[in-house]
């Protein structure tokens, strides 16, 4: 297997699993050996961490980075999400932070180098109050997981590649080396959301982009409204263009499936795994 081909894994939340034995039953069954695990049903005592990570290692399978979701995000149309997502609501920040705290301390537990979620929508006024009460809590959020020596890396989703890149330049400007946030790029987000070409993006973030999801999409007709998900390689994404933009900025590390559609999830993420071959392998 190349090197390419041994950095592909899934997103557990795609194989939607109800327990960790059906988590391990899933990933064995689309034939990947790197996980991005969902961290909250650690945290809240739902699954247990060891046995989580005895039954993926008795499948040679390994936790290569950690996922949070935010309370109360609301994804039935852009306008909802732009309300409720990510760690913009006043109503749901303390929560929030509290459950980061938890969140990485099972990172720490793991062994886990990153943790990703969405950061919500930063006003592209820099003007704007909230742009400042953002920029406090991204900080303090990456504080607290690189207490613990873990990263941060947000979703592409609700700015554009250049406003990304300023905001996370201004956030870099006040963390330490060790907690630097990232960029957790996902193409079929770009598109999804109306942000722009996922190629050109990433010539935009280049180096700060430290994990991919490997989703596809394909863009709304009408202004406003959501983009829709699609099996990978049935989508809008130029995957070869994109794999090579990913080249060129020498970008070397994990690539991880991600489907968040559909009811035949093993399926498409078995089928998603032999189109990334094509260009990995």
């Not at 598109?191 to 070409?197: F, T």
């Not at 994990?211 to 130029?238: I, Y």
């Not at 933009?245 to 970008?251: F, G, I, M, P, T």
Request: aromatic share 6%.
């Amino acid at each position: 297997m190349s090197d390419s081909l041994s950095r592909l894994g899934v997103c557990s939340w795609s194989l939607q699993p109800q327990s960790p034995s059906e988590l391990a039953a899933k990933v064995r069954a689309v034939g990947l050996r790197r996980v991005q695990l969902h961290l909250d049903p650690l945290r809240e005592c739902r699954w247990r961490v060891d046995e989580t990570v005895g039954l993926l290692k008795d499948i040679r399978a390994s936790v290569v980075s950690g996922m949070m979701t935010m309370k109360g995000e609301d994804y039935s149309t852009l306008e909802s999400i732009k309300a409720t997502g990510g760690v913009r609501p006043d109503e749901t920040w303390e929560e929030n932070l509290k459950a980061a705290e938890g969140n990485a301390v099972v990172a720490m537990r793991l062994g886990l180098p990153l943790v990703t979620f969405h950061a919500g929508f930063v006003p592209h006024d820099r003007g704007d109050k909230a742009f400042d009460t953002m920029c406090d809590r991204l900080v303090k959020m990456a504080e607290v997981f690189g207490a613990r020596r873990v990263r941060l890396a947000l979703e592409t989703g609700q700015e554009s590649a250049g406003a990304l890149a300023a905001l996370l330049d201004t956030l870099n400007e006040r963390l330490p080396q060790f907690a630097q946030i990232g960029v957790n790029f996902d193409p079929a987000n770009m598109i999804l959301y109306g942000m722009g070409d996922p190629v050109e993006a990433v010539g935009v973030l280049g180096r700060r982009i430290v994990q991919v999801h490997l989703k596809d999409a394909r863009p709304s007709d009408s202004l406003g409204e959501w983009g829709s998900e699609t099996p990978l390689g049935k989508g809008s994404v130029d995957w070869q263009g994109f794999f090579d933009a990913l080249r060129k900025a020498e970008y070397h590390g994990n690539f991880v499936i991600e489907r968040e559609a559909g009811d035949q999830r093993v399926e498409d993420v078995r089928e998603a795994f032999q189109v990334a071959a094509r260009y990995l392998g």
